[in-house]
């Protein structure tokens, strides 16, 4: 079987689901028709991140390293993600799945730190602040109910990374479908040769 380079399709939807999950920690945590109404989206976000991740993980289709750092987080919160929305449509309580998101955000602080020191993506800097940004918002996650300073600063961790991802995302987008890029594309299991990477 052969494969493409889509991480334009997880950009992009890392993009909105943090951008959805700052506004949701700002504004309509607190509101029980609120919580109910953001489940749909953070399950149908978390799907397209749970499918893309898992395949990234388990296949390999873009060169090594970038397989792990985008894959195994976009798998890890995209199934986080499509479990916490039922439990948020059901009222259930989050904090143990909580948990389980700020261990995911300490292997994000983790990548953030090998991707500023081995110069990963085309982009360092950005995407080590991206991945610090999610991952300390996950870590500090279980704790915004203790006080609005939290809160606020998850909210705040959470738009900036959605803001770099976003930034992220358009650049990609542009290199993918710029003439020269990917429009005589060869799967790199056809030419032999590691795929191109954003």
């Known amino acids: 079987m052969l494969y493409i380079n889509y991480l334009t399709l997880p ?36 799907l397209i991140l749970a499918v893309t991740g898992f395949h990234l993980t388990l296949t390999w289709p873009i060169p090594g390293q970038y397989n792990i ?5 976009l798998a890890y919160f995209g199934t986080l993600l499509v479990i916490g929305s039922v439990a948020l ?4 309580d989050l904090g143990p799945l909580s948990i389980l998101g700020a261990l995911g955000g ?34 500090l996650f279980p704790l915004r109910s203790r006080s609005a300073l939290v809160r606020s600063s998850v909210a705040v961790l959470l738009l900036i990374a959605g803001a770099l991802f976003g930034v992220t ?9 710029a003439p020269g890029s990917f429009d005589r594309w060869i799967p790199a299991q056809a030419r032999g040769t590691p795929a191109a990477c954003e």
């Open 106 to 139: 300490v292997t994000n602080l983790v990548a953030a730190v090998a991707i500023f020191r081995y110069r990963l993506t085309s982009m360092p800097m950005i995407a080590a602040v991206m991945f610090g940004a999610s991952g300390l918002a996950a870590v």
């Open 69 to 73: 750092v985008f894959g195994e987080p």
């Open 169 to 177: 995302a358009c650049g990609a987008y542009l290199h993918h479908l």
């Open 89 to 92: 449509s059901r009222g259930v």
């Open 11 to 46: 950009l992009a939807a890392v993009t909105a689901v943090l951008l959805l999950g700052a506004w949701y920690v700002a504004r309509a945590e607190r509101r029980e028709d609120h919580r109910r109404a953001f489940a749909a989206a953070f399950g149908a976000g978390g």
